[in-house]
């Protein structure tokens, strides 16, 4: 995640891919839901550059059109950017991409949310923008702030990706939350700790160097602890026009991205955001895009879908990804989902996918 945060088409599964993995993974019939920003190629390719490889060459590895770049507002598919992150590690030889991406890249290639946030009133208001307006780079799950007496922890919610994939972009986002965290602490050190999920790599002295002793691996979550007195400390000095002309133009580009979304898309991006266990019924969705049942039905069947194909994909994709977390076991799976029998959590999963969880367990 650059300068300040961004936050998958991948295999769920997490399994390390082969560069020609997004042909694979759509032969094995998965189908992304989710998109990202071409923006975010902005970053990856100033980083190759800085490395001796040209820009020439990563696109054209990747089959990616670089007249995209200049389109502001073009979005890619979750395999396209996990190509090209692969392509970019492959080519320019350097295990710690990730940590280098998020100190080299600017602010020009990223969109308005960087400098919604840098030019935030404080740091809540710059991570509350950052959720808020989220969707604009990736429709991926939004970062987390939880706040406890004394320290803040923003969390990250890693993809599950490609391993290095996963890595690479832990580290991206880690650099740019401490990034954040030091535009509004200044020179005072108010980091606690930055925790990562993965195990430490052979190349941990470059962790020490840009996080200064404070990361910590193997954890339960990616993110960022910090003093909480931080988040309402007002930054100086304020440009109050430029702040409100950012978020005007934030609003807009988030309200463009949101029309132009089909119906499906929507539905399966308002249920990702929400809780099994509290999805509503298809009543109750309609009410909220504003139409009628009958619509809403008829408006997924135009897309080629049905209310309940869409729902069993839907749960099926979050089954996979609680599954995919070891200390999470199958029980506590069945109840996140909303099964009060961990049967019928077993019958449901195996018509989803065609395995029982625990088959697909071992082909994590």
């Known amino acids: 995640m650059p300068w300040p945060p961004q936050r998958e088409a991948y295999d769920e599964r997490g399994h390390n891919l082969p560069l020609e993995f997004s042909d694979a993974v759509s032969a094995a019939g998965h189908h992304s839901v989710m998109s ?5 190629v902005h ?8 490395m001796g ?12 059109d670089p007249r995209r770049l200049h389109d502001s507002d ?13 392509l970019a590690l492959d080519l320019s030889k350097d295990d710690a991409l990730g940590l280098h991406m998020g ?3 600017s602010m020009v290639g990223l969109d308005v949310l960087a400098h919604l946030a840098a030019h935030a009133p404080n740091m ?7 959720l808020r307006f989220h969707r604009i780079v990736s429709d991926e799950p939004q970062p987390v702030l939880e706040e406890s007496c004394e320290v803040a922890t923003l969390k990250y919610e890693v993809p599950r990706s490609a391993e290095r994939c996963d890595r690479l972009r832990a580290e991206l986002a880690m650099v740019g939350f401490h990034r954040l965290v030091g535009h509004f602490a200044g020179r005072e050190q108010m980091i606690r700790r930055v925790f990562f999920e993965h195990p430490a790599s052979a ?3 470059e962790y020490q160097r840009v996080f200064g002793g404070a990361e910590r691996f193997g954890h339960d979550f990616t993110g960022i602890q910090f003093e909480r007195t931080l988040l309402d400390r007002q930054q100086q000095p304020l440009r109050s026009e430029l702040y409100a002309a950012l978020e005007s133009l934030a609003e807009r580009k988030l309200s463009r991205i949101t029309r132009e979304s089909g119906h499906a898309e929507r539905l399966k991006e308002y249920l990702f955001a929400h809780p099994p266990s509290d999805w509503p019924d298809m009543e109750t969705i309609a009410r909220r895009f504003d139409m009628s049942v009958r619509s809403l039905r008829r408006r997924l069947e135009e897309e080629g879908v049905s209310f309940a194909g869409l729902l069993d994909d839907v749960r099926a994709t979050v089954a996979k990804r609680m599954l995919d977390e070891p200390r999470r076991s199958i029980y506590e799976t069945a109840y996140a989902m909303g099964f009060s029998d961990p049967s019928a959590f077993h019958r449901a999963f195996k018509r989803w996918t065609g395995m029982t969880p625990a088959q697909y367990r071992t082909t994590i």
């Open 203 to 205: 190349y941990c002295a």
């Open 53 to 64: 490889v040209s820009r020439e060459k990563l696109l054209a590895a990747a089959r990616f």
């Open 103 to 105: 100190e080299r890249s």
């Open 74 to 86: 073009g979005r890619m598919e979750h395999e396209e950017y996990n190509r090209l992150q692969i």
């Open 124 to 130: 809540r208001d710059a991570i509350g923008n950052l």
């Open 43 to 50: 970053p990856l390719v100033e980083a190759v550059e800085s």
């Open 36 to 40: 990202l920003s071409v923006v975010l």
